[in-house]
Antibody, heavy 119, light 111 residues
Framework: QVQLVESGGGVVQPGRSVRLSCAAS????????MHWVRQTPGKGLEWVAVISKGGNNQYSADSVKGRFTISRDNSKNMLYLQMNSLRAEDTAVYYC????????????WGQGALVTVSS | NFMLTQPHSVSESPGETVTISCTRSSGSIDSNYVQWYQQRPGSSPTTVIF?????PSGVPDRFSGSIDRSSNSASLTISGLQTEDEADYSC??????????FGGGTKVTVL
């Protein structure tokens, strides 16, 4: 079945870096734009970034621009989020999600990876 | 960028109908499609409505979506409320500038 599995979360100190990975299976990964969305504990969903099918175009939220980089490896069916200069407010569960079209609805979502920024 | 505003919570008894609003702060609500996601406690979001009023396969027809241009808002209606519908519901759209916008989420409680 169509599945996304995130990995790479954990506890990281402020100012440090971490990379999240998202393994895709059950669909033709190279045909789908992909997103990262985060959710602060007890709060709502916040879009983080999107990458085009081929990886040539990336867009991100103002809150992470210049610090987070989204990338993909279509040969490995993998999506990544490189997170640098982390702040306490970046603490959240990070979900990867498939865009079902072109700026369309998200399905499926991964199970989420918790990143805690704390000293 | 615009904001999507939702009520913090709604509650209703089983079998009743609830409607959740999602109001766009600027620009027209029909400029871009609106999606609705359901998130049960401890689970990832799933889509219940896409493209304003379309249901993915497997979503019961108790779920319906609509757009109201006069109030510049989208709505999710759940009829015949069931205990399994207790969850957080978030609306989502695009701003036309390669950005995704989510509403703050609404907690639906089945009394």
């Amino acid at each position: 079945q169509v599945q996304l599995v995130e990995s790479g979360g954990g506890v990281v100190q402020p100012g440090r870096s971490v990379r999240l990975s998202c393994a895709a299976s059950g669909f033709t990964f190279r045909n789908s734009p992909m997103h990262w969305v985060r959710q602060t504990p007890g709060k709502g969903l916040e879009w983080v970034a999107v990458i085009s099918k081929g990886g040539n175009n990336q867009y991100s939220a103002d809150s992470v621009k210049g610090r987070f980089t989204i990338s993909r490896d279509n040969s490995k069916n993998m999506l990544y989020l490189q997170m640098n200069s982390l702040r306490a407010e970046d603490t959240a569960v990070y979900y990867c999600a498939r865009d079902t079209g072109f700026w369309s609805w998200f399905d499926p979502w991964g199970q989420g990876a918790l990143v805690t920024v704390s000293s | 960028n615009f904001m999507l505003t939702q009520p913090h919570s709604v509650s209703e008894s089983p079998g009743e109908t609830v409607t959740i609003s999602c109001t766009r702060s600027s620009g027209s609500i029909d400029s871009n499609y609106v999606q609705w996601y359901q998130q049960r406690p401890g689970s990832s979001p799933t889509t219940v409505i896409f493209d304003n009023n379309q249901r993915p396969s497997g979503v019961p027809d108790r779920f319906s979506g609509s757009i109201d241009r006069s109030s510049n808002s989208a709505s999710l209606t759940i009829s015949g409320l069931q205990t399994e519908d207790e969850a957080d519901y978030s609306c989502q759209s695009y701003d036309g500038a390669e950005h995704v916008v989510f509403g703050g989420g609404t907690k639906v409680t089945v009394l």
